[in-house]
């Protein structure tokens, strides 16, 4: 059968698959999270007010590992003092910032557990619809903190628009309708705003007065690209932050100047964009995605690392929540970021990307989401998935087993 699939159809089945996915994510959630809400949680967030001080730490600084030292957890923030907090010694562990994903699709409260298990505190989700399902997953004490897009700007006829519970408000027919479609999002309590990029689909004029309508209101924009032409196109409309790498060929040069000289951050997802590769679709290779990555570091350009995960049905990849985020990084360091650059990418990096400016390193005044990991993620990535002990806003959650 993948004899007969052409570069059109080829190019259908990557949207209908990939681009549908992460817009219906969401709507898996609304079935799923009545029962999530009423099922006790395995981490309390009692505790989360408890002063402890670690001691014989090596903190991640965002370039190095320090020399062993005490980090406290004064009421869920990191603190200066050690008196009078309970001591645990740590015997020598690295300690990590809570690690960030800036591209999951949330669906319920065991999606944020499934998260926290592996360390990642802090989820940046890019489609979800209705917005009762992400209004009612924020700040939830001792899980995963979340942002969300809510519902993306698609075109009219789109695999998105035909999605039975798709929001009819994010169906947009031309520039006209930027205004509504941007207040709208707003009032649903969007923290950023999705376009999705595709061909045939919104055209430039439309994407363009989107994203100036929203920067207008202090909205950063996401865009779902997946070929060199809609990144181009994406590129023009000078939205913030590009999601995905080009699976059918690598990113040019060309075009990873234009991301560097515009500012524009990549989310490469290459969890996702290797799943896809692996399906056998004809024209389409993980090395295109690798060696895209490659380019847009060699130009300059800041890569935040993103997963994709999601449990939406019918969607053939589905990368786990929380322990994809460590198979990304590995991916990160393989297209030819160092450890520490993969780190960043995953902590300090995307808490300025997206305006967090209470997280991503370990300092004084700033939240307590930490990892603890056995072994030095600088010397082998691999050892952030060695996780000790976790810590979301102060409250310790069980790490996965």
């Not at 899980?143 to 969300?148: A, F, G, K, P, V």
């Not at 919104?202 to 207008?216: E, M, P, S, V």
């Not at 993620?377 to 998935?385: E, G, K, N, S, V």
Request: glycine fraction near 12%; charged fraction near 15%.
């Amino acid at each position: 059968m993948a004899m007969c699939i052409n570069e059109s159809t080829r190019r259908e089945f990557f949207k209908n698959a990939a681009v549908i996915g992460a817009a219906a994510a969401g709507v898996q959630a609304v079935a799923a999270s009545g029962a999530a809400h009423a099922a006790p949680r395995s981490a309390a967030a009692a505790g989360s007010g408890e002063k402890v001080a670690l001691t014989n730490v090596r903190v991640f600084d965002g370039r190095v590992l320090s020399a062993p030292r005490t980090v406290v957890i004064d009421n869920g923030l990191i603190g200066i003092s050690a008196f009078g907090a309970r001591t645990v010694d740590c015997g020598g562990a690295a300690l990590l910032p809570g690690l960030i994903d800036s591209h999951i699709h949330v669906q319920n409260e065991g999606t944020l557990e499934q998260l926290a298990s592996f360390g990642v505190t802090t989820g940046l989700d890019m489609a979800c619809f209705p917005p009762s399902v992400f209004q009612g997953l924020r700040g939830l004490p001792g899980l995963t903190d979340i942002r969300s897009a809510g519902t993306p700007a698609v075109a009219p006829g789109s695999p998105q628009s035909r999605i039975p519970t798709f929001p009819p408000s994010g169906v947009v027919t031309g520039p006209e309708q930027a205004h509504q479609f941007v207040t709208d999002r707003i009032a649903e309590g969007s923290d950023y705003i999705k376009l999705i990029v595709d061909s045939p689909g919104l055209d430039q004029a439309t994407l363009t007065a989107i994203t100036r309508k929203a920067h207008a209101f202090g909205r950063l924009v996401m865009a779902h690209a997946v070929t060199n032409a809609t990144i181009g196109t994406a590129l023009t409309a000078n939205v913030d932050m590009i999601h995905h790498v080009p699976l059918d060929a690598a990113v040019t040069a060309a075009i990873a100047g234009r991301y560097a000289g515009s500012g524009t951050i990549a989310v490469p997802t290459l969890t996702m964009m290797e799943g896809f590769a692996g399906l056998g679709i004809p024209g389409y290779s993980y090395a295109n995605a690798r060696d895209g990555v490659a380019t847009l570091r060699q130009a300059g350009v800041r890569i935040l690392a993103g997963t994709d995960s999601n449990h939406t049905p019918g969607i053939p990849v589905q990368p786990a929540f929380g322990s994809s985020l460590h198979h990304e990084l590995e991916l990160l360091v393989g297209a030819g970021l160092s450890t520490a650059e993969a780190l960043r990418s995953a902590t300090c990096l995307p808490a300025r990307s997206f305006g967090l400016r209470d997280r991503g390193a370990i300092r004084p005044g700033y939240r307590a989401d930490l990892v603890l990991v056995d072994g030095d993620p600088l010397a082998d990535i691999r050892a952030t998935r060695a996780i000790q002990r976790v810590w979301v806003g102060g409250a310790e959650y069980p790490p996965a087993s």
